[in-house]
């Protein structure tokens, strides 16, 4: 057969003709339209409202809520029902108060999340849409300020305790979490509103007393992941050094692991008595394996814990000077209030706790291994003269084994130049912790081992005479008793 003979199609692609002004005002017009048109629809998503009453759904099957108050108004005004930032003030405001999505912070978190993820999405900020989410993304985050400080704004009764705290509880991803955005954008309102920082102060605050009720039996992860992830902002973590629950004055050594703002996180331990009761419940029946898995269980814990503490410690310490002060400060607090551990007698209920003293310890330890390496190369940085200067450490009624007391006084009295660097305050720091802390606990331990064996052997002794005195005749009472 012979091969069909067809033209072969070609591609003509004619020059763009040039339009005349006239021609070019209906593409502009169309290009407004379009704008608007995006913007009713965007914000409508973002923070589920409408203006249309028989719409009640948006394309997700998610409802939505009537703004009537907002429809009204803009009827009243002659403008067209749509939504815009200009009414996204009264808009927020009724949808929060309206209360359609639970609680008005429920509803504006939600909302933040998505307007923070559009915001990210957004690329160029000459783009007119840029400047729209933006403006929603502003007005989201005054609001949800405004739900957790002025709550009667939008109609509700003033919580017992800061509303933060609880959100702040939360994963972050989770849509009532307070996200990395939300936090990066309260750090940067510091400055133009007092009210953002002292909120989240607060809320830390209430964070930590509601820990204070607490021991490793609970549900404690979240609130030490909570203080981990603030301090990891400088402003927030410079924030809560200046509060007055840091570092509060005439504080008894019993109360400092529960009323101070680190002390609850260090509190926890497996050495809490009701630790011990859970994993331990029946002493006489557990079998060795079950001692050893509990054990096992009980040290990871414990491991975990202290790596998240020295994370808290590390970042008062790096991120700001005047946060590492206060913290030394702290520290010297828990050592210098506790001196009474190292009595023959100790009352436990005037002293802090032996998982209280062990934490510091630890952390303190932790702090000194950049500088106790095995070579000790940087042992000339610890000066000698540090307790003749100002030091944190209160020695005054310790034991001077070389000298008299007088001679001692005599010795303090002649104050040293220069000032003390940051390794020579840790190690002295540590070497106090041990002596208060791992010291006492392990002396301690030693006279409850020996009382254990003075009393195992009363109980032998009485058994021994139990039985003598039931071979002779007596009656089972009078050998019991």
């Not at 939505?64 to 939504?83: A, T």
């Not at 419940?281 to 054990?295: F, V």
Request: proline residues 5%; glycine residues 4%.
């Amino acid at each position: 057969m012979a091969p069909e003979n067809k033209p072969t199609s070609r591609i003509h692609i004619k020059p763009k003709s040039s339009g005349s002004s006239s021609g070019n005002e209906p593409t502009s017009k169309s290009t407004e339209n379009n704008i608007e048109h995006w913007e009713d629809r965007t914000l409508g998503a973002i923070f589920r409202i409408t203006l249309n009453p028989n719409n009640a759904r948006d394309g997700h099957g998610t409802r939505l809520c009537f703004l009537s108050d907002v429809k009204r108004e803009l009827e009243e005004e002659g403008r067209p029902l749509r939504l815009s930032t200009d009414v996204l003030d009264q808009a927020i405001l009724e949808s929060a108060s309206s209360k359609s999505e639970g609680r008005p912070l429920d509803y504006l978190l939600g909302c933040w999340k998505r307007v923070s993820k559009l915001f990210r999405g957004t690329q160029s900020k000459q783009d007119p849409k840029y400047e729209i989410v933006k403006e929603a993304r502003r007005l989201c985050f005054s609001y949800c300020i405004f739900a957790a400080t002025i709550p009667d704004m939008f109609g509700e009764d003033a919580p017992s305790g800061n509303p933060l705290a609880e959100y702040l509880l939360v994963d972050p991803e989770n849509d009532r979490g307070l996200c990395h955005e939300f936090l990066s954008e309260a750090v940067s309102r510091f400055q133009e509103d007092e009210s953002v920082k002292n909120a989240l102060v607060s809320a830390m605050e209430q964070i930590s007393q509601d820990l204070a009720k607490m021991s490793m039996n609970g549900h404690f992860k979240p609130y030490v992941l909570a203080l981990r992830n603030f301090v990891r902002y400088q402003p927030l973590l410079v924030a809560l050094a200046e509060s007055p629950m840091f570092l509060p004055q005439d504080l008894e050594p019993q109360d400092i692991e529960t009323k101070t703002l680190l002390g609850p996180f260090f509190r926890l331990s497996p050495m809490q008595a009701e630790v011990a009761l859970n994993y331990f419940a029946s002493p006489e029946t557990i079998n060795r394996d079950a001692i050893t898995i509990c054990q096992k269980a009980l040290r990871m814990t414990l491991q975990t814990h202290q790596d998240d503490l020295f994370d808290i410690a590390d970042c008062f310490i790096k991120k700001s000077k005047d946060a590492r002060e206060k913290m030394l400060d702290w520290f010297a607090l828990t050592v210098n209030a506790n001196h009474k551990r190292r009595a023959l007698q100790v009352d436990a209920k005037t002293v802090s706790s032996d998982g209280f003293m062990v934490n510091i310890t630890i952390i303190l330890d932790r702090l000194c291994e950049p500088f106790m390496d095995a070579t000790f190369s940087k042992i000339d940085r610890i000066d000698v003269d540090y307790l003749r200067r100002s030091p944190r450490i209160d020695i005054s009624d310790e034991t001077k084994i070389n000298a008299d007391e007088q001679t001692a006084q005599d010795f303090y009295k002649a104050k040293a130049a220069g000032t003390d660097n940051f390794i020579t305050e840790v190690f002295f720091l540590t070497v106090a912790a041990h002596h208060y802390g791992t010291e006492a606990a392990n002396t301690k331990l030693s006279q409850l081992q020996k009382d254990i064996k003075w009393l195992q052997k009363q109980v032998k002794q009485m058994e021994t005479e139990r039985h003598k005195y039931a071979q002779v005749g007596f009656p089972p009472s009078e050998a019991a008793s």
